[in-house]
Protein backbone atom coordinates (compact mmCIF):
# COMPACT_ATOMS: atom_id res chain seq x y z
CA UNK A 1 0.00 0.00 0.00
CA UNK A 2 2.54 2.23 0.98
CA UNK A 3 4.12 1.93 -2.96
CA UNK A 4 0.84 3.68 -4.01
CA UNK A 5 1.04 6.48 -1.84
CA UNK A 6 4.66 7.20 -2.77
CA UNK A 7 3.41 6.95 -6.28
CA UNK A 8 0.71 8.91 -5.59
CA UNK A 9 2.30 11.87 -3.29
CA UNK A 10 5.03 12.03 -6.67
CA UNK A 11 2.80 12.18 -9.44
CA UNK A 12 -0.56 14.34 -7.88
CA UNK A 13 0.62 17.45 -6.43
CA UNK A 14 0.41 18.54 -10.35
CA UNK A 15 -2.84 18.25 -10.41
CA UNK A 16 -4.26 20.18 -7.20
CA UNK A 17 -7.05 21.89 -9.22
CA UNK A 18 -8.31 18.86 -10.17
CA UNK A 19 -8.27 17.27 -6.70
CA UNK A 20 -10.07 20.49 -5.48
CA UNK A 21 -12.58 19.69 -8.19
CA UNK A 22 -12.96 16.07 -7.12
CA UNK A 23 -13.58 16.92 -3.71
CA UNK A 24 -15.72 20.01 -4.41
CA UNK A 25 -18.18 18.29 -6.95
CA UNK A 26 -18.82 14.98 -4.75
CA UNK A 27 -19.76 16.90 -1.75
CA UNK A 28 -22.25 19.15 -3.64
CA UNK A 29 -23.35 16.01 -5.52
CA UNK A 30 -23.90 14.11 -1.90
CA UNK A 31 -25.75 16.72 -0.32
CA UNK A 32 -27.59 16.86 -3.12
CA UNK A 33 -28.78 13.25 -3.03
CA UNK A 34 -29.89 13.74 0.70
CA UNK A 35 -31.79 16.61 -0.36
CA UNK A 36 -33.42 14.77 -3.44
CA UNK A 37 -33.94 11.44 -1.45
CA UNK A 38 -35.78 14.10 0.88
CA UNK A 39 -38.26 15.03 -1.44
CA UNK A 40 -39.56 11.14 -1.45
CA UNK A 41 -40.66 11.63 2.71
CA UNK A 42 -43.32 14.24 1.78
CA UNK A 43 -44.40 12.50 -1.07
CA UNK A 44 -45.10 9.21 0.36
CA UNK A 45 -46.98 11.02 3.20
CA UNK A 46 -49.36 12.42 0.70
CA UNK A 47 -49.98 9.43 -0.80
CA UNK A 48 -50.54 7.31 1.97
CA UNK A 49 -52.56 9.98 3.08
CA UNK A 50 -50.71 10.36 6.57
CA UNK A 51 -48.93 14.02 6.28
CA UNK A 52 -49.55 15.69 9.11
CA UNK A 53 -50.18 19.42 8.17
CA UNK A 54 -47.53 22.36 9.56
CA UNK A 55 -48.97 25.86 9.87
CA UNK A 56 -46.69 27.79 11.88
CA UNK A 57 -42.81 28.68 10.70
CA UNK A 58 -40.98 26.67 12.74
CA UNK A 59 -38.28 27.40 14.74
CA UNK A 60 -35.48 25.76 14.95
CA UNK A 61 -34.59 24.15 18.22
CA UNK A 62 -31.58 22.14 17.71
CA UNK A 63 -32.60 19.30 15.84
CA UNK A 64 -31.69 19.73 11.89
CA UNK A 65 -33.48 17.05 10.68
CA UNK A 66 -36.77 17.91 12.17
CA UNK A 67 -36.11 21.80 11.70
CA UNK A 68 -35.59 20.93 8.11
CA UNK A 69 -38.22 18.42 7.39
CA UNK A 70 -41.22 21.03 9.37
CA UNK A 71 -39.58 23.97 7.34
CA UNK A 72 -40.27 21.30 4.18
CA UNK A 73 -43.95 20.53 5.49
CA UNK A 74 -44.68 23.99 6.26
CA UNK A 75 -44.38 25.22 2.59
CA UNK A 76 -45.90 21.99 1.27
CA UNK A 77 -48.92 22.45 3.87
CA UNK A 78 -49.23 25.82 1.98
CA UNK A 79 -48.86 24.91 -1.29
CA UNK A 80 -51.44 22.01 -0.93
CA UNK A 81 -53.73 24.46 0.49
CA UNK A 82 -53.33 26.77 -2.59
CA UNK A 83 -52.86 24.24 -5.30
CA UNK A 84 -54.30 21.05 -4.12
CA UNK A 85 -52.78 17.20 -3.28
CA UNK A 86 -52.41 16.11 -6.96
CA UNK A 87 -50.56 18.95 -8.03
CA UNK A 88 -48.24 19.24 -5.38
CA UNK A 89 -47.48 15.64 -5.81
CA UNK A 90 -46.65 16.65 -9.38
CA UNK A 91 -44.40 19.66 -8.04
CA UNK A 92 -42.92 17.57 -5.53
CA UNK A 93 -41.90 14.96 -7.99
CA UNK A 94 -40.62 18.01 -10.13
CA UNK A 95 -38.41 19.38 -7.23
CA UNK A 96 -37.10 15.42 -6.94
CA UNK A 97 -36.28 15.44 -10.49
CA UNK A 98 -34.68 18.70 -10.66
CA UNK A 99 -32.47 18.10 -7.67
CA UNK A 100 -31.56 14.42 -8.65
CA UNK A 101 -30.35 15.88 -12.32
CA UNK A 102 -28.16 18.42 -10.56
CA UNK A 103 -26.74 15.53 -8.60
CA UNK A 104 -25.89 13.71 -11.60
CA UNK A 105 -25.01 16.86 -13.61
CA UNK A 106 -21.96 17.31 -10.29
CA UNK A 107 -21.55 13.88 -10.08
CA UNK A 108 -20.69 14.00 -13.94
CA UNK A 109 -17.90 17.42 -12.89
CA UNK A 110 -16.51 15.39 -10.16
CA UNK A 111 -15.69 11.81 -12.35
CA UNK A 112 -14.29 14.08 -15.00
CA UNK A 113 -11.73 15.85 -12.58
CA UNK A 114 -11.26 12.76 -11.63
CA UNK A 115 -10.76 10.95 -14.79
CA UNK A 116 -8.55 13.66 -16.08
CA UNK A 117 -5.99 13.31 -12.95
CA UNK A 118 -5.71 9.56 -13.56
CA UNK A 119 -5.24 9.53 -17.27
CA UNK A 120 -2.33 12.57 -16.38
CA UNK A 121 -1.39 10.46 -13.56
CA UNK A 122 -1.24 7.34 -16.09
CA UNK A 123 0.92 9.49 -18.49
CA UNK A 124 3.10 11.07 -15.94
CA UNK A 125 4.46 7.47 -15.11
CA UNK A 126 4.62 6.05 -18.41
CA UNK A 127 6.90 9.23 -19.35
CA UNK A 128 9.06 8.20 -16.38
CA UNK A 129 9.80 5.23 -16.88
CA UNK A 130 11.27 6.20 -20.33
CA UNK A 131 12.83 8.56 -18.97
CA UNK A 132 14.13 6.34 -16.20
CA UNK A 133 15.57 3.59 -18.61
CA UNK A 134 16.89 6.04 -21.14
CA UNK A 135 19.29 7.51 -18.07
CA UNK A 136 20.14 3.12 -17.89
CA UNK A 137 23.41 2.05 -18.60
CA UNK A 138 24.16 -0.75 -21.77
CA UNK A 139 24.34 -3.19 -18.93
CA UNK A 140 20.90 -3.08 -17.99
CA UNK A 141 19.47 -4.20 -21.61
CA UNK A 142 20.52 -7.90 -21.61
CA UNK A 143 17.93 -9.20 -23.94
CA UNK A 144 16.33 -11.34 -21.73
CA UNK A 145 15.07 -8.00 -20.28
CA UNK A 146 13.80 -6.19 -23.34
CA UNK A 147 10.51 -8.25 -23.28
CA UNK A 148 10.40 -7.45 -19.64
CA UNK A 149 10.56 -3.69 -19.77
CA UNK A 150 8.23 -3.94 -23.17
CA UNK A 151 5.33 -5.32 -21.29
CA UNK A 152 6.27 -3.05 -18.06
CA UNK A 153 5.68 0.06 -20.19
CA UNK A 154 2.21 -1.35 -21.87
CA UNK A 155 0.83 -4.30 -19.52
CA UNK A 156 1.63 -3.34 -15.83
CA UNK A 157 1.21 0.95 -16.51
CA UNK A 158 -2.46 0.13 -17.15
CA UNK A 159 -2.73 -2.34 -14.37
CA UNK A 160 -1.89 0.49 -12.51
CA UNK A 161 -3.88 2.76 -14.17
CA UNK A 162 -6.51 0.60 -13.15
CA UNK A 163 -6.04 0.76 -9.47
CA UNK A 164 -4.66 4.43 -9.35
CA UNK A 165 -8.17 5.22 -10.45
CA UNK A 166 -9.47 2.79 -7.87
CA UNK A 167 -6.97 4.45 -5.14
CA UNK A 168 -8.28 7.98 -6.50
CA UNK A 169 -11.88 7.17 -5.50
CA UNK A 170 -11.25 5.14 -2.18
CA UNK A 171 -8.96 8.54 -1.22
CA UNK A 172 -11.43 10.99 -2.38
CA UNK A 173 -14.68 10.23 -3.74
CA UNK A 174 -16.30 7.32 -1.62
CA UNK A 175 -15.05 8.15 2.11
CA UNK A 176 -16.67 11.70 1.91
CA UNK A 177 -19.86 10.09 0.30
CA UNK A 178 -19.59 7.52 3.22
CA UNK A 179 -19.10 9.99 5.61
CA UNK A 180 -21.78 12.36 4.89
CA UNK A 181 -24.53 9.65 4.46
CA UNK A 182 -23.68 8.04 7.83
CA UNK A 183 -23.93 11.22 9.54
CA UNK A 184 -27.19 11.82 8.26
CA UNK A 185 -28.07 8.02 9.36
CA UNK A 186 -27.13 8.93 12.63
CA UNK A 187 -29.21 11.67 12.81
CA UNK A 188 -32.25 10.17 11.13
CA UNK A 189 -32.22 6.71 13.61
CA UNK A 190 -28.73 5.81 16.18
CA UNK A 191 -30.06 2.70 16.92
CA UNK A 192 -30.63 1.43 13.84
CA UNK A 193 -27.00 2.85 12.60
CA UNK A 194 -24.74 0.98 15.10
CA UNK A 195 -26.48 -1.45 14.24
CA UNK A 196 -25.79 -1.69 10.77
CA UNK A 197 -22.56 -0.67 11.87
CA UNK A 198 -21.71 -3.92 13.74
CA UNK A 199 -23.56 -5.65 10.58
CA UNK A 200 -20.91 -4.52 8.25
CA UNK A 201 -17.67 -5.37 9.26
CA UNK A 202 -19.19 -9.27 9.08
CA UNK A 203 -19.41 -8.43 5.10
CA UNK A 204 -15.93 -6.78 5.21
CA UNK A 205 -14.21 -9.59 6.76
CA UNK A 206 -15.85 -11.76 3.92
CA UNK A 207 -14.82 -10.19 1.17
CA UNK A 208 -11.36 -10.20 2.06
CA UNK A 209 -11.26 -13.17 2.25
CA UNK A 210 -12.09 -13.44 -1.47
CA UNK A 211 -9.44 -11.13 -1.77
CA UNK A 212 -6.34 -12.91 -0.17
CA UNK A 213 -3.45 -13.98 -2.88
CA UNK A 214 -4.84 -11.84 -5.62
CA UNK A 215 -1.73 -9.78 -5.18
CA UNK A 216 0.37 -12.98 -5.69
CA UNK A 217 -1.18 -14.34 -8.62
CA UNK A 218 -1.16 -10.97 -10.37
CA UNK A 219 2.12 -10.80 -10.04
CA UNK A 220 2.59 -14.08 -11.61
CA UNK A 221 0.26 -12.68 -14.52
CA UNK A 222 2.65 -10.09 -14.74
CA UNK A 223 5.94 -11.78 -14.74
CA UNK A 224 4.69 -14.39 -17.84
CA UNK A 225 3.48 -11.67 -19.50
CA UNK A 226 6.79 -9.88 -19.87
CA UNK A 227 8.38 -13.33 -20.87
CA UNK A 228 4.96 -13.71 -23.65
CA UNK A 229 6.47 -10.46 -25.26
CA UNK A 230 9.96 -11.01 -25.23
CA UNK A 231 8.83 -14.59 -27.38
CA UNK A 232 6.60 -12.33 -29.63
CA UNK A 233 9.27 -9.51 -30.40
CA UNK A 234 12.06 -12.85 -30.95
CA UNK A 235 9.26 -14.15 -33.64
CA UNK A 236 8.33 -11.07 -35.47
CA UNK A 237 12.38 -10.77 -35.29
CA UNK A 238 13.59 -14.45 -36.00
CA UNK A 239 10.81 -14.80 -38.78
CA UNK A 240 13.05 -15.60 -41.24
CA UNK A 241 15.10 -17.96 -39.76
CA UNK A 242 12.18 -19.24 -38.17
CA UNK A 243 10.82 -20.06 -41.91
CA UNK A 244 13.92 -21.15 -43.10
CA UNK A 245 14.54 -23.87 -40.63
CA UNK A 246 10.99 -24.93 -40.72
CA UNK A 247 10.33 -24.24 -36.46
CA UNK A 248 7.00 -22.89 -37.03
CA UNK A 249 6.29 -26.01 -34.93
CA UNK A 250 9.01 -25.69 -32.19
CA UNK A 251 8.01 -21.72 -32.18
CA UNK A 252 4.29 -23.01 -31.51
CA UNK A 253 4.53 -25.29 -28.57
CA UNK A 254 6.58 -22.82 -26.87
CA UNK A 255 4.34 -19.79 -27.88
CA UNK A 256 1.48 -22.20 -26.39
CA UNK A 257 3.00 -23.46 -23.58
CA UNK A 258 3.18 -19.92 -22.27
CA UNK A 259 -0.05 -18.50 -23.47
CA UNK A 260 -1.59 -21.46 -21.59
CA UNK A 261 0.67 -20.56 -18.44
CA UNK A 262 -0.81 -17.33 -18.68
CA UNK A 263 -3.83 -17.92 -18.80
CA UNK A 264 -3.79 -20.37 -15.49
CA UNK A 265 -2.88 -17.47 -13.60
CA UNK A 266 -4.92 -15.37 -15.04
CA UNK A 267 -7.63 -17.73 -14.49
CA UNK A 268 -6.85 -17.20 -10.96
CA UNK A 269 -7.37 -13.91 -10.14
CA UNK A 270 -10.44 -13.62 -12.70
CA UNK A 271 -12.22 -16.23 -10.97
CA UNK A 272 -11.35 -14.14 -7.40
CA UNK A 273 -12.60 -10.93 -9.28
CA UNK A 274 -15.78 -12.56 -10.33
CA UNK A 275 -16.46 -14.00 -7.20
CA UNK A 276 -16.29 -10.34 -5.51
CA UNK A 277 -19.61 -9.31 -7.66
CA UNK A 278 -22.24 -12.31 -6.56
CA UNK A 279 -20.80 -11.98 -3.55
CA UNK A 280 -21.25 -8.60 -2.67
CA UNK A 281 -24.78 -8.40 -3.78
CA UNK A 282 -25.58 -11.59 -2.22
CA UNK A 283 -24.41 -10.05 0.95
CA UNK A 284 -25.90 -6.47 0.08
CA UNK A 285 -29.30 -8.02 0.03
CA UNK A 286 -29.21 -9.81 3.03
CA UNK A 287 -28.00 -7.21 4.84
CA UNK A 288 -30.36 -4.77 3.43
CA UNK A 289 -32.99 -7.35 4.54
CA UNK A 290 -31.90 -8.09 8.11
CA UNK A 291 -32.14 -3.92 8.10
CA UNK A 292 -35.51 -4.07 7.24
CA UNK A 293 -36.57 -6.20 9.67
CA UNK A 294 -34.82 -4.17 12.79
CA UNK A 295 -35.96 -0.99 11.41
CA UNK A 296 -40.02 -2.25 11.55
CA UNK A 297 -39.44 -3.74 14.80
CA UNK A 298 -38.16 -0.62 15.96
CA UNK A 299 -41.17 1.21 14.31
CA UNK A 300 -44.17 -1.70 15.01
CA UNK A 301 -42.50 -2.94 18.08
CA UNK A 302 -40.33 -0.91 19.58
CA UNK A 303 -42.20 2.45 19.35
CA UNK A 304 -39.25 4.83 19.01
CA UNK A 305 -40.56 7.74 17.25
CA UNK A 306 -39.04 6.54 13.25
CA UNK A 307 -41.54 6.80 11.08
CA UNK A 308 -42.28 4.65 7.93
CA UNK A 309 -41.59 7.31 5.30
CA UNK A 310 -38.25 8.65 7.35
CA UNK A 311 -37.27 5.22 7.19
CA UNK A 312 -38.04 4.74 3.60
CA UNK A 313 -35.60 7.37 3.69
CA UNK A 314 -33.16 5.88 5.53
CA UNK A 315 -33.31 2.59 3.62
CA UNK A 316 -32.60 4.98 0.51
CA UNK A 317 -29.82 6.45 2.01
CA UNK A 318 -28.68 3.63 3.24
CA UNK A 319 -28.88 1.95 0.05
CA UNK A 320 -26.68 4.84 -1.59
CA UNK A 321 -23.95 4.18 1.36
CA UNK A 322 -23.31 0.47 -0.22
CA UNK A 323 -22.29 1.50 -3.55
CA UNK A 324 -19.38 3.83 -2.02
CA UNK A 325 -18.51 0.79 0.32
CA UNK A 326 -18.92 -1.77 -2.71
CA UNK A 327 -16.79 0.41 -4.42
CA UNK A 328 -14.42 0.68 -1.64
CA UNK A 329 -13.89 -2.52 -2.07
CA UNK A 330 -13.59 -3.15 -5.42
CA UNK A 331 -10.73 -0.10 -4.87
CA UNK A 332 -8.77 -2.80 -2.77
CA UNK A 333 -9.04 -5.19 -5.05
CA UNK A 334 -7.61 -3.19 -8.09
CA UNK A 335 -4.93 -1.75 -5.67
CA UNK A 336 -4.09 -5.43 -4.40
CA UNK A 337 -4.07 -6.50 -8.01
CA UNK A 338 -1.94 -2.73 -9.52
CA UNK A 339 0.29 -3.01 -6.44
CA UNK A 340 2.29 -6.78 -8.10
CA UNK A 341 2.47 -4.50 -11.27
CA UNK A 342 3.82 -1.48 -9.11
CA UNK A 343 6.58 -3.73 -7.56
CA UNK A 344 7.93 -4.21 -10.99
CA UNK A 345 7.66 -1.37 -12.21
CA UNK A 346 9.68 -0.20 -9.19
CA UNK A 347 12.35 -2.34 -9.91
CA UNK A 348 13.00 0.13 -12.61
CA UNK A 349 12.30 3.22 -11.34
CA UNK A 350 14.16 2.14 -8.22
CA UNK A 351 17.51 0.52 -9.92
CA UNK A 352 20.71 2.18 -9.73
CA UNK A 353 23.00 3.33 -12.19
CA UNK A 354 26.77 1.77 -11.43
CA UNK A 355 27.96 4.62 -14.16
CA UNK A 356 27.93 7.26 -11.60
CA UNK A 357 28.77 10.80 -12.80
CA UNK A 358 31.47 13.06 -10.82
CA UNK A 359 29.91 15.84 -8.78
CA UNK A 360 32.05 18.39 -10.75
CA UNK A 361 31.99 16.58 -14.38
CA UNK A 362 34.82 17.95 -17.11
CA UNK A 363 33.73 19.06 -20.06
CA UNK A 364 36.22 20.07 -23.15
CA UNK A 365 35.47 22.10 -26.33
CA UNK A 366 37.03 19.94 -29.03
CA UNK A 367 39.51 17.01 -28.83
CA UNK A 368 42.90 17.87 -29.29
CA UNK A 369 45.24 15.50 -28.35
CA UNK A 370 45.00 11.83 -28.04
CA UNK A 371 42.78 8.73 -26.61
CA UNK A 372 44.65 6.77 -24.27
CA UNK A 373 43.72 2.84 -22.90
CA UNK A 374 46.59 2.89 -19.91
CA UNK A 375 45.98 -0.52 -18.34
CA UNK A 376 42.53 -1.58 -19.42
CA UNK A 377 41.08 -5.07 -18.01
CA UNK A 378 37.67 -5.34 -18.63
CA UNK A 379 35.19 -8.26 -17.81
CA UNK A 380 31.55 -8.20 -18.34
CA UNK A 381 30.55 -11.15 -15.64
CA UNK A 382 33.28 -13.29 -14.20
CA UNK A 383 35.78 -14.03 -17.21
CA UNK A 384 38.22 -11.19 -17.81
CA UNK A 385 37.23 -9.79 -21.50
CA UNK A 386 39.72 -7.63 -22.05
CA UNK A 387 43.32 -7.92 -20.43
CA UNK A 388 45.99 -4.92 -19.47
CA UNK A 389 45.59 -2.88 -23.04
CA UNK A 390 47.85 0.04 -23.70
CA UNK A 391 46.80 1.72 -26.46
CA UNK A 392 47.36 5.35 -27.73
CA UNK A 393 45.77 6.93 -30.42
CA UNK A 394 46.66 10.52 -31.47
CA UNK A 395 44.47 12.83 -32.83
CA UNK A 396 44.10 12.55 -36.64
CA UNK A 397 45.35 9.20 -36.80
CA UNK A 398 43.30 5.61 -37.99
CA UNK A 399 43.95 2.84 -35.80
CA UNK A 400 42.65 -0.99 -37.07
CA UNK A 401 41.71 -3.74 -34.83
CA UNK A 402 41.56 -7.19 -36.01
CA UNK A 403 41.20 -10.69 -34.19
CA UNK A 404 38.89 -13.44 -34.25
CA UNK A 405 35.12 -13.24 -33.36
CA UNK A 406 34.94 -12.91 -29.45
CA UNK A 407 38.17 -11.40 -28.75
CA UNK A 408 36.96 -8.70 -27.26
CA UNK A 409 37.12 -6.00 -30.21
CA UNK A 410 33.58 -4.63 -30.07
CA UNK A 411 34.01 -4.42 -26.76
CA UNK A 412 37.38 -2.57 -26.63
CA UNK A 413 35.95 0.40 -28.61
CA UNK A 414 32.17 0.24 -26.22
CA UNK A 415 34.70 1.24 -23.75
CA UNK A 416 35.13 4.69 -25.36
CA UNK A 417 31.98 6.16 -25.00
CA UNK A 418 31.65 4.91 -21.56
CA UNK A 419 29.08 1.99 -22.72
CA UNK A 420 30.51 -0.23 -19.82
CA UNK A 421 32.72 1.15 -16.83
CA UNK A 422 36.34 -1.13 -16.73
CA UNK A 423 37.09 -2.65 -14.10
CA UNK A 424 41.13 -1.80 -13.94
CA UNK A 425 43.38 1.15 -15.62
CA UNK A 426 41.48 3.87 -17.22
CA UNK A 427 40.75 5.32 -20.39
CA UNK A 428 41.78 9.08 -20.92
CA UNK A 429 40.95 11.58 -24.01
CA UNK A 430 43.18 14.89 -24.17
CA UNK A 431 44.55 13.46 -20.46
CA UNK A 432 41.07 13.34 -18.90
CA UNK A 433 39.14 9.85 -17.71
CA UNK A 434 36.17 9.47 -19.53
CA UNK A 435 34.72 8.89 -16.04
CA UNK A 436 34.91 12.51 -15.09
CA UNK A 437 33.45 13.71 -18.04
CA UNK A 438 30.23 15.06 -18.36
CA UNK A 439 28.02 11.97 -20.21
CA UNK A 440 26.77 14.28 -23.17
CA UNK A 441 29.99 15.97 -23.58
CA UNK A 442 32.08 12.91 -23.76
CA UNK A 443 29.58 11.31 -26.20
CA UNK A 444 29.41 13.93 -28.49
CA UNK A 445 32.98 13.58 -29.78
CA UNK A 446 31.97 10.10 -30.88
CA UNK A 447 30.30 8.46 -33.79
CA UNK A 448 29.42 4.98 -34.59
CA UNK A 449 28.65 2.97 -37.36
CA UNK A 450 28.34 -0.45 -36.50
CA UNK A 451 28.20 -4.00 -38.36
CA UNK A 452 23.91 -3.68 -38.20
CA UNK A 453 22.51 -0.08 -39.04
CA UNK A 454 20.23 0.80 -36.11
CA UNK A 455 17.59 2.50 -38.01
CA UNK A 456 14.26 3.97 -36.82
CA UNK A 457 11.03 3.91 -38.23
CA UNK A 458 10.48 7.20 -39.22
CA UNK A 459 12.14 9.13 -42.88
CA UNK A 460 15.45 8.78 -44.01
CA UNK A 461 15.50 12.44 -43.32
CA UNK A 462 15.03 12.23 -39.73
CA UNK A 463 17.09 9.26 -39.50
CA UNK A 464 20.32 10.97 -41.06
CA UNK A 465 19.11 13.94 -38.93
CA UNK A 466 19.34 11.89 -35.47
CA UNK A 467 21.83 13.05 -33.68
CA UNK A 468 22.10 16.88 -34.78
CA UNK A 469 19.36 19.34 -33.56
CA UNK A 470 17.91 21.43 -36.28
CA UNK A 471 19.65 19.73 -39.23
CA UNK A 472 18.64 21.84 -42.40
CA UNK A 473 17.65 19.83 -45.55
CA UNK A 474 21.03 20.85 -47.19
CA UNK A 475 22.99 20.06 -44.49
CA UNK A 476 21.26 16.56 -44.87
CA UNK A 477 21.74 16.74 -48.28
CA UNK A 478 25.26 17.25 -48.35
CA UNK A 479 25.92 14.17 -45.96
CA UNK A 480 23.96 11.91 -48.09
CA UNK A 481 26.21 13.15 -50.65
CA UNK A 482 29.35 12.40 -49.08
CA UNK A 483 27.64 8.71 -47.72
CA UNK A 484 27.21 7.39 -51.41
CA UNK A 485 23.06 7.48 -50.32
CA UNK A 486 21.85 10.81 -52.36
CA UNK A 487 21.01 8.60 -55.15
CA UNK A 488 18.85 5.74 -53.94
CA UNK A 489 17.57 8.22 -51.59
CA UNK A 490 16.30 10.55 -54.71
CA UNK A 491 14.96 7.23 -56.43
CA UNK A 492 12.78 7.16 -53.78
CA UNK A 493 8.85 7.68 -54.07
CA UNK A 494 8.82 10.59 -51.42
CA UNK A 495 12.66 10.90 -51.41
CA UNK A 496 14.02 12.21 -48.47
CA UNK A 497 10.81 12.25 -46.35
CA UNK A 498 10.25 8.51 -47.27
CA UNK A 499 9.57 6.22 -44.60
CA UNK A 500 12.26 3.34 -44.14
CA UNK A 501 10.02 1.07 -41.73
CA UNK A 502 10.75 -0.71 -39.16
CA UNK A 503 14.53 -0.80 -38.84
CA UNK A 504 14.60 0.70 -42.44
CA UNK A 505 13.44 -3.15 -43.01
CA UNK A 506 12.51 -1.38 -46.83
CA UNK A 507 16.21 -0.63 -47.81
CA UNK A 508 18.48 -3.28 -48.60
CA UNK A 509 21.23 -3.64 -46.36
CA UNK A 510 24.07 -1.67 -47.89
CA UNK A 511 21.73 1.13 -48.60
CA UNK A 512 20.87 1.52 -44.45
CA UNK A 513 24.88 1.03 -43.84
CA UNK A 514 24.68 4.51 -45.94
CA UNK A 515 22.28 6.04 -44.19
CA UNK A 516 24.22 5.35 -41.06
CA UNK A 517 27.03 6.42 -42.48
CA UNK A 518 25.04 10.12 -43.52
CA UNK A 519 24.28 10.06 -39.83
CA UNK A 520 27.75 9.56 -38.81
CA UNK A 521 28.63 12.60 -41.51
CA UNK A 522 26.41 14.65 -40.33
CA UNK A 523 27.10 14.19 -36.57
CA UNK A 524 30.60 15.25 -37.86
CA UNK A 525 32.72 13.81 -34.42
CA UNK A 526 36.27 14.38 -34.15
CA UNK A 527 36.53 10.04 -33.16
CA UNK A 528 34.80 7.53 -35.47
CA UNK A 529 34.34 4.31 -34.68
CA UNK A 530 33.34 1.58 -37.16
CA UNK A 531 32.80 -1.56 -35.77
CA UNK A 532 32.78 -4.26 -38.85
CA UNK A 533 30.83 -1.28 -40.68
CA UNK A 534 31.51 -3.13 -43.85
CA UNK A 535 31.13 -6.90 -42.68
CA UNK A 536 27.83 -7.78 -43.28
CA UNK A 537 27.84 -6.45 -47.23
CA UNK A 538 28.24 -8.18 -50.56
CA UNK A 539 31.35 -6.91 -52.63
CA UNK A 540 29.29 -4.55 -54.49
CA UNK A 541 27.84 -2.70 -51.55
CA UNK A 542 30.76 -2.88 -49.49
CA UNK A 543 32.68 -0.74 -52.49
CA UNK A 544 29.97 1.62 -52.30
CA UNK A 545 29.86 2.05 -49.04
CA UNK A 546 33.52 1.85 -48.21
CA UNK A 547 33.67 4.88 -50.45
CA UNK A 548 31.12 6.30 -48.28
CA UNK A 549 33.43 5.74 -45.25
CA UNK A 550 36.80 6.89 -46.67
CA UNK A 551 34.68 10.50 -46.98
CA UNK A 552 33.70 9.91 -43.51
CA UNK A 553 37.25 9.35 -42.31
CA UNK A 554 38.55 11.92 -43.84
CA UNK A 555 40.57 14.16 -41.16
CA UNK A 556 38.88 11.95 -37.90
CA UNK A 557 40.81 10.50 -35.79
CA UNK A 558 39.20 6.30 -36.58
CA UNK A 559 39.17 3.07 -34.54
CA UNK A 560 37.88 0.61 -37.61
CA UNK A 561 37.06 -2.74 -36.46
CA UNK A 562 37.02 -4.85 -39.79
CA UNK A 563 36.78 -8.58 -40.82
CA UNK A 564 38.39 -8.31 -44.60
CA UNK A 565 41.80 -6.96 -43.72
CA UNK A 566 41.61 -5.41 -47.01
CA UNK A 567 40.26 -2.38 -45.46
CA UNK A 568 42.63 -2.24 -43.07
CA UNK A 569 45.96 -2.32 -44.82
CA UNK A 570 46.30 1.41 -44.73
CA UNK A 571 45.84 2.22 -41.25
CA UNK A 572 48.55 4.29 -39.28
CA UNK A 573 48.68 1.24 -36.91
CA UNK A 574 46.84 -2.44 -36.23
CA UNK A 575 46.58 -3.71 -33.27
CA UNK A 576 45.57 -7.89 -33.19
CA UNK A 577 43.68 -8.90 -30.53
CA UNK A 578 43.32 -12.16 -29.22
CA UNK A 579 41.79 -13.58 -26.29
CA UNK A 580 41.76 -9.89 -24.54
CA UNK A 581 45.61 -9.24 -25.37
CA UNK A 582 47.21 -6.82 -28.04
CA UNK A 583 49.34 -9.78 -29.28
CA UNK A 584 50.84 -7.93 -32.48
CA UNK A 585 50.70 -4.29 -33.54
CA UNK A 586 52.47 -2.51 -36.25
CA UNK A 587 51.82 -1.09 -39.70
CA UNK A 588 50.43 -3.83 -42.01
CA UNK A 589 54.22 -4.31 -43.92
CA UNK A 590 55.56 -4.63 -40.80
CA UNK A 591 53.31 -7.37 -39.48
CA UNK A 592 53.29 -9.42 -42.64
CA UNK A 593 56.74 -9.17 -42.48
CA UNK A 594 56.92 -10.47 -38.59
CA UNK A 595 55.02 -13.40 -40.18
CA UNK A 596 52.69 -13.92 -37.01
CA UNK A 597 48.86 -13.88 -36.20
CA UNK A 598 47.96 -11.32 -38.26
CA UNK A 599 50.08 -13.27 -41.64
CA UNK A 600 47.73 -16.17 -40.90
CA UNK A 601 44.63 -14.59 -40.63
CA UNK A 602 45.67 -12.31 -43.88
CA UNK A 603 46.78 -15.68 -45.66
CA UNK A 604 43.62 -17.74 -44.53
CA UNK A 605 41.58 -14.64 -46.15
CA UNK A 606 43.53 -15.17 -49.02
CA UNK A 607 42.36 -18.77 -49.35
CA UNK A 608 38.54 -18.49 -48.90
P1 LIG B 1 34.37 -9.22 -30.95
O1 LIG B 1 33.76 -7.90 -31.22
O2 LIG B 1 35.86 -9.21 -31.05
O3 LIG B 1 33.79 -10.30 -31.76
P2 LIG B 1 33.17 -8.88 -28.37
O4 LIG B 1 33.87 -7.73 -27.77
O5 LIG B 1 31.84 -8.65 -28.93
O6 LIG B 1 34.11 -9.60 -29.42
O7 LIG B 1 33.05 -10.00 -27.25
C1 LIG B 1 34.14 -10.40 -26.45
C2 LIG B 1 33.65 -11.40 -25.41
O8 LIG B 1 32.76 -10.77 -24.50
C3 LIG B 1 32.89 -12.55 -26.01
O9 LIG B 1 33.36 -13.73 -25.36
C4 LIG B 1 31.47 -12.30 -25.68
O10 LIG B 1 30.82 -13.50 -25.41
C5 LIG B 1 31.55 -11.45 -24.43
N1 LIG B 1 30.47 -10.46 -24.38
C6 LIG B 1 30.20 -9.52 -25.32
N2 LIG B 1 29.16 -8.74 -24.94
C7 LIG B 1 28.75 -9.21 -23.75
C8 LIG B 1 27.72 -8.83 -22.82
N3 LIG B 1 26.89 -7.82 -23.08
N4 LIG B 1 27.59 -9.53 -21.69
C9 LIG B 1 28.42 -10.57 -21.43
N5 LIG B 1 29.41 -10.97 -22.22
C10 LIG B 1 29.59 -10.31 -23.39
MG1 LIG C 1 32.25 -7.35 -32.53
Partial sequence: MNRFFTLLKRFLPSYRKSIVGVFAFNLLSTVLSLFSFAM??????????????????????????????????????????????????????????????????????????????HTGVTRDLRNSILDKILTLPMSF???ERKGDIMSRLSVDVADVEGSIMGSLDLL???????????????LISWQLTVFVLILLP?????????????????IEVGAEQGTLTAQIEETLGGMRIIKAFNAEGKIKTRFHAQTEKIRDALLRVIKRQYLAHPMSEFLGTLIISIVICFGGWLIIGAHTGLE???????????????????????????????LGSLERIDKIMNSQNPLTCPENPKTIDTFTNAIEYRGVSFRYKDEWVLR???LTIERGKTVALVGASGSGKSTLVDLLPRFWDVQEGGIYI???????????????????????????NDTVFNNIAFGVENATEADVIAAAKIANAHDFISAMPEGYYSNIGDRGCKLSGGQRQRISIARAILKNPPILILDEATSALDTESERLVQDALDGLMKNRTTIVIAHRLSTVVNADSICVLEGGRIVERGTHKDLIARGGVYKKLQDAQKIS
Fill in 40 to 117: IVPILEILFGIASPVHELPVYGGDILEYGKNLLYYYVTGFMGDHGQVFTLMVLSGVFVLITFLKVITYYAGSMFLANM
Fill in 141 to 143: FSS
Fill in 172 to 186: VKNPLAIIIYLITLI
Fill in 202 to 218: FAGIVMGIVGKNLKKDS
Fill in 308 to 338: APVFIYYLLIFYSIINPIKELSRCVYGIRKG
Fill in 388 to 390: NIN
Fill in 430 to 456: DGINVKDFERHNLRSFMGNVNQEAILF
